[in-house]
C-alpha cells in the first residue's frame, strides 16, 4: 500500500508515491483503459443531456421552496432532480428583511473593528492551480450573523432535508448522524458594485492528491477502483467519515454533505456567480482520467497536494460544456452542490449590485466532525479563526462579536460546547 504522506515531502517523495499508486490501482481495475471508454461515453451523454436543457431554456439547478422542505412536502419530482444533479437552490429560507438586515449588521461590524485598515489578503496556496481573481472573500467567522445563521431552525430543516440524500448506513456501520449538526464556521465574501473578477476555474475540493493514495478515499472509491464503476454510489457516505486529508493549510477536517452559501443580496446568473457541473458521479471520470496512458506516470493531470483538484481543457475537455450557472438569487435563498461535485465562479466586469453571501455547509454529526467542532468551539471562545484555515485571528477582542450567551442551545451542541 502506498506510504502516506504529511505534508512535509519533497517533490521526489510525493511523485514516487503517485507512481506507487497508479501502478496498484491500474492492476487492481484490470482493463483500465476499457472501463475508462465506458464511463468517457455516459459522461458525454450527461453533459449532452445538461446543454439539450440549457439551450431549450429550461432550469438546470433544481429549485425547492423553503416552506416545502418544512412541511415535508417537497415534490418526488424535485427529489429526483436534486439527486441526479448534485445541487439546489432553497427559495426562501430565511425571509429577505433578515437577510438584508445580517448584511447590514455585518457591514457595521466590520467597519466598527476597522476590519479594512487592519486586512492583509493572505494568498493561502489552495487555488495555485487554476486561473483565479484576488477573492473579496474575508476571514470573519464569528459575527452575530453567521452564528445566528448556524444555529436557525430554517438552516437546521434544511440542512437535515440535504443529508437525507445521502446513506448513512451502509457496509454494517453507521457513518453519520443525518438529523444532528455539527458546525464548520467558514467565511463571508463581499463583492462591491463595480467589482471586476477574473471569477476561479473550475475544480473540486476536499481532497486532490489523496483521492488517489489515501488508503480511505480508496474505500470509497473501491467500486471504482474494482472496475465496477456502475455500483459507484456518490450518495453512500461510506468510509467518507474516515478520510483525513494530507497535512496542509487548506485541509478540510470534517465530511461535508453539502457546501453551500446563503444570500446576502440580489444576485443575477450574470454576475459572476457560481457554475457546477451537476454530475455527481463525474469524479469516477475524473479518477479513471489520471490512470490514462496520455498522463505521466508521476501525474494526476495536475492535482497537487494542498491544492484544489483541478478541472481543465487540456485533461477534462468533455466536461466543461456542462458547467452551468445558478438561477438568480435573492437575499434569505441558501445554495447547495455536493461535496465531490465540480465548481467554479464565472468572471465579471463591472458588477451590478453587490455579491454577498455567507458560507455555510451542512457538516453532519459523527466523530470526525464532533471533534474538529469542538475545536471550532474553542475558537470561537476566544475569537481565534478556526484551524482549518490561515491563522490571522482578526476578531480576537473585537466590539459585538457575540459569546457563549448569545447562542442557543443549538449552536451551543453544534459547536460542541454542550451536550445533546
Known amino acids: ?49 445538461i446543454v439539450a436543457l440549457r439551450e431549450r431554456g429550461e432550469e438546470v439547478w ?39 438586515a445580517w448584511d447590514a449588521e455585518l457591514v457595521s461590524y466590520l467597519e466598527d473593528n476597522d476590519f479594512m485598515g487592519r486586512y492583509t489578503y493572505l494568498d493561502d496556496g489552495i487555488f495555485g492551480g487554476l486561473a483565479a481573481g484576488k477573492p473579496s472573500i474575508f476571514p470573519i467567522y464569528w459575527s452575530r450573523p453567521q452564528m445566528q445563521a448556524r444555529e436557525d431552525a430554517n438552516m437546521v430543516a434544511v440542512r437535515g432535508f440535504l443529508n437525507s440524500f445521502w446513506k448513512h448506513e451502509s457496509e454494517g456501520r453507521v457513518w453519520f448522524d443525518p438529523d444532528r449538526d455539527t458546525a464548520y464556521p467558514d467565511r463571508v465574501r463581499r463583492r462591491a458594485p463595480g467589482a471586476d473578477s477574473d471569477g476561479l476555474s473550475p475544480h473540486t475540493d476536499s481532497g486532490s492528491v489523496e483521492r488517489w493514495l489515501l488508503p480511505a478515499y480508496q474505500k470509497v472509491f473501491r467500486h471504482v477502483f474494482d472496475g465496477n464503476w456502475t455500483e459507484y454510489d456518490p450518495w453512500d457516505g461510506a468510509y ?11 485541509m478540510c477536517s470534517a ?24 454530475i455527481p458521479d463525474a469524479m469516477v471520470y475524473l ?7 496520455d498522463i505521466a506516470d508521476d501525474d494526476l493531470c495536475g ?23 445558478i438561477p438568480d438569487v435573492e437575499p434569505g435563498d441558501t445554495v447547495w452542490w455536493h461535496a465531490d461535485v465540480v465548481h467554479a465562479v464565472d468572471p465579471v466586469s463591472d458588477q451590478k449590485g453587490w455579491g454577498n453571501v455567507m458560507y455555510i455547509p451542512a457538516a453532519p454529526h459523527c466523530a470526525k466532525n464532533a471533534a474538529y467542532a469542538t475545536e471550532c468551539g474553542k475558537a470561537f471562545l476566544t475569537g481565534e479563526s478556526p484551524s482549518d484555515f490561515a491563522p490571522e485571528h482578526y476578531e480576537i477582542g473585537w466590539s459585538g462579536r457575540p459569546g457563549r450567551d448569545d447562542l442557543s442551545p443549538t449552536g451551543l451542541r453544534q459547536l460542541g460546547l454542550q451536550d445533546r
Open 1 to 49: 500500500m502506498t506510504a502516506a504522506l504529511h505534508g512535509t515531502e519533497t517533490p521526489t517523495d510525493i511523485s514516487a508515491a503517485i507512481r506507487a499508486a497508479k501502478t496498484e490501482l491500474r492492476a487492481r481495475i484490470g482493463d483500465y483503459t476499457g472501463v475508462f471508454a465506458e464511463v468517457e461515453d455516459a459522461m458525454k451523454r450527461a453533459v449532452a443531456e
Open 62 to 100: 433544481p429549485v425547492v421552496r423553503f416552506a416545502d422542505i418544512a412541511a415535508g412536502t417537497v415534490p418526488g419530482e424535485t427529489v429526483e432532480a436534486i439527486r441526479r444533479r448534485g445541487c439546489a437552490i432553497v427559495r426562501g429560507t430565511f425571509p429577505r428583511e433578515r437577510a438584508e
Open 240 to 250: 467518507r467519515t474516515d478520510v483525513h486529508e494530507y497535512r496542509s493549510t487548506v
Open 255 to 278: 465530511f461535508r454533505t453539502f457546501q453551500g452559501w446563503t444570500a446576502l443580496s440580489d444576485m443575477a446568473r450574470t454576475a459572476g456567480v457560481l457554475n457546477v457541473l451537476p
Open 287 to 293: 479518477l479513471l482520467r489520471a490512470l490514462q496512458d
Open 303 to 325: 492535482a497537487a497536494n494542498g491544492q484544489a483538484l483541478p478541472i481543465n481543457e487540456k485533461y477534462h475537455s468533455i466536461l466543461l460544456p456542462g458547467m452551468s450557472p
